[in-house]
């Protein structure tokens, strides 16, 4: 069941006006003059407020030299008054059906508006409209202001995801509820599903359930396939919690007597995984932790069958800043938290890939995900 602590924690702590302050702050160091936010993870970062992504549009307005405010349509005001958003001290406006909601937030900008910053993920028809009515500002990504706040977790941000971890792991723990010969992998994914709702998730991310051959695709999620014993099963689950952070695990399990040379390849996998988790640290660049569990995978051979980086950030996406990959020459700093997750690929055989949450820290790396990366055999 979730736990006790987790439900009863506000989010105050997480979405605070500081925020807003730092965003603000960076906005005018990039020398744009503006940012504006759409639903997504970026609005949720500054304003707390988790908001549909409508037709209509929602906006975050924040100028580099003036105060946000928050733009929505009029049936939506109440919830994001109710959202973490309404406690931060920010005009929140709604607009009516009948308004232009873009030429709204231009007549709120100077006239001197040259640069703005769209959200990364704003819609394509949304950015186009601004563009109508802000022809003399050039439109720039504002990714390059909020990655590098994202990417820096605060104390608060890090308490998050130790709950997210511990609810992923809660799933993990009763694997044996559910993974048995016999049974689909859809069946086996839809009781997952379930179970991350009951542990202390809001909403289920992705489900991956790859039994047999199908454990050599990465992303294979769901098939009719059914179990059979001596099966490897690579189970990769997430999904995000009601502070709004995200978990992100995988483990490999066996149903019945896996084969030999598959325990050979997991012992290599484990080695390598191992021996990353131990290596974080401030200062080591990406590509450098890349490599540490790829150099072991190499040289016992699996080169060729390790095929994506070794990790992704996470926080309030499942996949943001930074990219554990080779040749990524950015350092690791305290407050960074990024997937490790090397996996080797036998095509048409099987596969196998071990993942914990690793958050950086003064000291090194604190694994976040504690259950164990042993190979764990179900009879």
């Known amino acids: 069941m979730p736990d006790d602590d987790h439900s009863a924690e506000p989010l105050a702590p997480l979405y605070s006006p500081d925020r807003l302050h730092r965003a603000r702050e960076a906005t005018a160091r990039a020398g744009l003059d503006a940012l504006l936010i ?8 500054l304003t707390g407020y988790d908001a549909l992504p409508l037709e209509r549009l929602t906006c975050l307005v924040l100028p580099a030299d ?3 405010f928050l733009l929505v349509p009029a049936l939506e ?8 958003a309404g406690d931060l001290g920010i005009e929140i406006t709604g607009w009516n059906e009948t308004d232009d909601p873009y030429a709204l937030v231009a007549a709120r900008l100077s006239a001197r508006t040259a640069r703005v910053g769209v959200d990364n993920h704003m819609w394509a028809e949304k950015t186009i409209a601004f563009r109508a009515v802000l022809p003399g500002a050039e439109q720039e990504l504002a990714g390059g202001v909020l990655n590098e706040l994202r990417m820096h977790k605060t104390s608060q941000e890090a308490a998050a995801l130790r709950r997210a971890g511990a609810a992923i792991d809660r799933v993990h723990s009763r694997m044996d509820e559910w993974l048995r010969a016999g049974r689909t ?3 086996v994914g839809r009781d997952i599903a379930d179970a991350m709702l009951a542990e202390g998730h809001v909403r289920v991310d992705f489900v991956i359930v790859g039994s047999g ?4 695709s990465p992303h294979h999620e769901l098939s009719d ?3 059979r014993t001596g099966d490897p099963v690579v189970v990769d689950i997430g999904g995000t919690t009601r502070d709004g952070y995200c978990s992100d695990s995988t483990r490999v399990y066996a149903v019945g007597e896996p084969p030999e040379d598959f325990r050979r390849l997991h012992e290599v996998l484990l080695r390598a995984q191992q021996a990353q988790t131990d290596a974080v640290r401030p200062g080591m660049t990406s590509g450098q932790l890349d490599a ?3 150099d072991i995978i190499t040289d016992a051979g699996y080169g060729p069958h390790f095929i994506h980086r070794t990790g992704h950030g996470i926080g309030l996406d499942t996949h943001e800043e930074p990219y554990i990959v080779a040749g990524n020459p950015l350092p690791l700093a305290p407050g960074m938290a990024f997937s490790v997750e090397p996996g080797i690929y036998l095509a048409g055989r099987y596969g196998a890939r071990i993942e914990d949450i690793v958050l950086c820290t003064e000291e090194g790396g604190e694994r976040l995900n504690r259950t164990p990366r042993d190979l ?3 009879r």
């Open 38 to 45: 759409s639903p997504g993870a970026d609005l949720r970062y």
């Open 66 to 68: 003036g105060d946000p």
């Open 77 to 84: 005001e109440p919830a994001a008054q109710a959202s973490p």
């Open 185 to 187: 992998e859809r069946e």
């Open 213 to 216: 051959p199908n454990s050599a």
């Open 225 to 227: 396939r059914v179990i």
């Open 292 to 294: 540490v569990g790829r």
């Open 376 to 378: 764990v055999v179900l």
